[in-house]
């Protein structure tokens, strides 16, 4: 795991599997490595990020790369994530909305940064399972992966900004063997690593006011960069 420089910026880069992790991304970047799935993704972050807190490290922030399914995007492409959501969560039985945790001041939806002009944007939904074919039926979103909303919300919790890429290696066929998940993630390293240096080229000219995101009606802009939303 290494910080990388953006201008005046530091930035932490972050990968769930080394499948993910190819030639393109290896010249560039050498990422905090979670684990596959929410569990996983949250627990080596926040640590990551308290080890690097009490050093007087603490990242101006966090950018996630990796793959996602989607049966209705460009295979190989990449897409800033424009949202996320837990389709994990349903407390539904005790009157909640799906998605939405209990007890926690938390929208079913995150709104996410997209800064990169030009790269298309896209709603992720995260969990803990593997979706394909007629289990896209019931998501409520372009993409769907295993870390994004946990990684957001352990950002969230040092108060550090996250953009997601996310390239679409799968999806348009049922998932059937582990093949056709990797056999696209060398297109996948090559889109990201471009859209990478996009991102980086961004935050060199514009900081972390490249990150803001505008404020839908009736929400407080103070809330729309990174809450830190732990009480």
């Not at 769930?16 to 080596?44: F, K």
């Not at 640590?47 to 807190?53: I, N």
């Not at 550090?160 to 582990?178: C, I, N, Q, T, Y």
């Amino acid at each position: 795991m290494r910080l990388e420089r953006y201008g005046a910026l530091t930035g932490l880069p972050v990968m769930a599997a080394p499948a993910e992790y190819g030639d393109c991304l290896r010249a560039r970047i050498d990422p905090l490595m979670t684990g596959i799935g929410p569990v996983e993704a949250a627990v080596a972050l926040t640590a990551a990020l308290a080890r690097l807190e009490a050093a007087g490290n603490l990242p101006d922030l966090i950018v996630s790369l990796g793959s996602c399914g989607s049966r209705v995007l460009e295979r190989a492409a990449v897409y800033q994530a424009s949202s996320v959501a837990y389709r994990d969560m349903d407390a539904s039985p005790l009157g909640f909305a799906r998605g939405v945790t209990p007890l926690l001041d938390q929208p079913a939806v995150l709104p996410l940064p997209c800064p990169i002009s030009g790269v298309p944007t896209a709603r992720l939904s995260t969990g803990a399972n593997v979706v394909s074919g007629a289990a896209y039926d019931a998501i409520d979103a372009e993409m769907v992966d295993m870390e994004t909303w946990a990684l957001v919300r352990a950002a969230q919790t040092f108060g550090v900004p996250l953009v997601a890429l996310r390239g679409v290696s799968d999806g348009r066929a049922e998932l059937k063997a582990l093949e056709d998940w990797t056999a696209t993630l060398h297109h996948v390293d090559a889109n990201l690593a471009a859209a990478l240096d996009r991102l980086i080229a961004v935050l060199e000219a514009q900081g972390l006011a490249s990150l803001e995101i505008p404020a839908r009606q009736g929400q407080d802009p103070a809330h729309t960069l990174a809450p830190d939303s732990t009480s």
